[in-house]
C-alpha cells in the first residue's frame, strides 16, 4: 500500500485561506468516505480535525474544512492563524481492511 | 482522564526486538481498537497494525507481516506491539492510538515512544 500523496508545504499569511490536497486510488481514498485529517506540532502527538471527509470533532475550529473529489481529499484552512503552522496529514481507510496515511504537508504562515 | 500512556525511549541494536506498551485509562479498553503508527525522523505517518482487544483479532501493514506481534493485558489496559530485527530504518517514534467500533479514524493518541537502533 503506497502513502497517499500530499505536498511537502504549503504557506500563506495571516487571514488568508490554504487548500491542500491528499491523492490515493479507488482502493483507499476514492472508494471508502472514510478519509481523515490530523494535525500535528513538532514534537507532539497528531491531534484529529476531520474524519469521514468532512465531519469536525467536537472542539475543532470551523476554520477547518475538507472535502472529496473522487481519489483525492482536501483540507481548506480559513482565516488563517499563526497557531495553524503545523504539519498535516490525511488518512483512510483501504479496501485491504488495513489504512493508509500521508506524506504530510508543512504548513507555514507568514 | 481519557489517554493513552507509552512507554520510555529505547535503545536497541541491529538484529534486537523491540517492545512497546500502550496503557489505556478513563475508558473501556475492550471497547475500541489499537492501531500502531509510526513516524521515522522528518518522515509522514506509517499505519503499521490494529489490534481489537476484545476478541484477539488483529492485522497488520504488509511491510511489517511477521516481524510485529501484538499483545495485550485486559486486566491492566495495556496493549503491547512488538517489532523484531531492527535495523537502522525501523528508527522512529513509534504511537499508538485509539479506533472506536464502527468508525475509522485515531481520535486519541499516545505520546509517541522513541526508538533508536543503533551499533
Known amino acids: 500500500q503506497s502513502a497517499l500523496t500530499q505536498p511537502a508545504s504549503m504557506s500563506g499569511s495571516p487571514g488568508q485561506s490554504i487548500t491542500f490536497s491528499c491523492t490515493g486510488t479507488n482502493s483507499d481514498v476514492g472508494y471508502y468516505d472514510l478519509v481523515s485529517w490530523y494535525q500535528q506540532h513538532p514534537g507532539k502527538a497528531p491531534k484529529l480535525m476531520i474524519y469521514e471527509v468532512t465531519k469536525r470533532p467536537s472542539g475543532v475550529s470551523n476554520r477547518f474544512s475538507a472535502s472529496k473529489s473522487g481519489n483525492t481529499a482536501s483540507l481548506t484552512i480559513s482565516g488563517l492563524q499563526a497557531e495553524d503552522e503545523a504539519d498535516y496529514y490525511c488518512c483512510s481507510y483501504a479496501l485491504s481492511g488495513n489504512y493508509v496515511c500521508g506524506t504530510g504537508t508543512k504548513v507555514t504562515v507568514l | 482522564q481519557v489517554q493513552l500512556v507509552q512507554t520510555g525511549a529505547e535503545v536497541k541494536r541491529p538484529g534486537a526486538s523491540v517492545k512497546v506498551s500502550c496503557k489505556a485509562s478513563?475508558?473501556?479498553?475492550?471497547?475500541?481498537?489499537i492501531h500502531w503508527v509510526r513516524q521515522a525522523p522528518g518522515q509522514g505517518l506509517e499505519w503499521m497494525a490494529w489490534?481489537?482487544?476484545?476478541?484477539?483479532?488483529?492485522s497488520s501493514a504488509q511491510t511489517f507481516q511477521g516481524r510485529v506481534t501484538m499483545t495485550w493485558d485486559t486486566s491492566i489496559s495495556t496493549a503491547y506491539m512488538e517489532l523484531s530485527r531492527l535495523t537502522s530504518d525501523d528508527t522512529a517514534v513509534y504511537y499508538c492510538?485509539?479506533?472506536?467500533?464502527?468508525?475509522?479514524?485515531?481520535?486519541?493518541w499516545g505520546p509517541g515512544t522513541l526508538v533508536t537502533v543503533s551499533s
Open positions: 478513563g475508558y473501556t479498553f475492550t471497547g475500541y481498537y
Open positions: 489490534l481489537n482487544p476484545y476478541s484477539g483479532a488483529s
Open positions: 492510538a485509539r479506533v472506536g467500533f464502527y468508525f475509522w479514524y485515531f481520535d486519541l
